[in-house]
């Protein structure tokens, strides 16, 4: 495999298996990894659903000036929130620099194990990742370069990844 000089940006709904993904591709590939939610954490010293707590449109000023932080140097894996897509801006901030991964796990299989602790957006319930993959499943597929099932194991959606890199 070539040498990657580009970061490896991983986007797609909450629970597809960024994070997890991530930090494996991460290590194979030795590169560093962020998961831009905990760095937003970590440098605002505030959970997300604190955040939040000022409305989703303050997170989403937050998370896209963190994102061009995170992006600016390459190469680095990079887990964003499930709702990057919602901002075009954070697409151009990411193509400067990006492959574009879209993680697509089934739907079925995200409502069925996510965790909502700490998910504002799914605050009011499992049943609202329906109501979030049709608002996003077509944004994701329209801002990647590549789409990755997870249909099987982490580790073998890490395995697709390095084979389409």
């Known amino acids: 495999m070539e040498r990657i000089d580009k970061n490896i940006v991983l986007i797609g709904m909450p629970g597809c298996g960024k994070s997890s993904i991530g930090k494996k591709l991460a290590e194979i590939l030795k590169l560093e990894f962020l998961d831009v939610d ?23 000023q937050i998370e896209t000036r963190a994102l061009e932080e995170v992006s600016a140097e390459a190469p680095r894996v990079i887990s964003t ?17 990006s492959v574009i991964i879209y993680i697509n796990r089934p739907i079925e299989a995200i409502a069925g194990d996510i965790d909502i602790e700490n998910r504002p957006l799914l605050a009011e319930g499992r049943e609202r990742v329906y109501s979030l993959y049709e608002e996003r499943h077509q944004l994701y597929e329209d801002y990647s370069d590549m789409e990755i099932q997870n249909d099987e194991s ?11 890199l």
Do not use: C, T
């Open 81 to 97: 929130g499930g709702g990057i897509v919602k901002d075009y801006r954070n697409i151009e901030i990411l193509r400067k620099n």
């Open 154 to 164: 982490e580790d073998e959606a890490v395995l697709k990844i390095i084979r389409s």
């Open 38 to 60: 905990v760095y937003i954490e970590e440098k605002w010293n505030m959970s997300i659903p604190q955040i939040f707590e000022k409305g989703e449109a303050h997170f989403r």
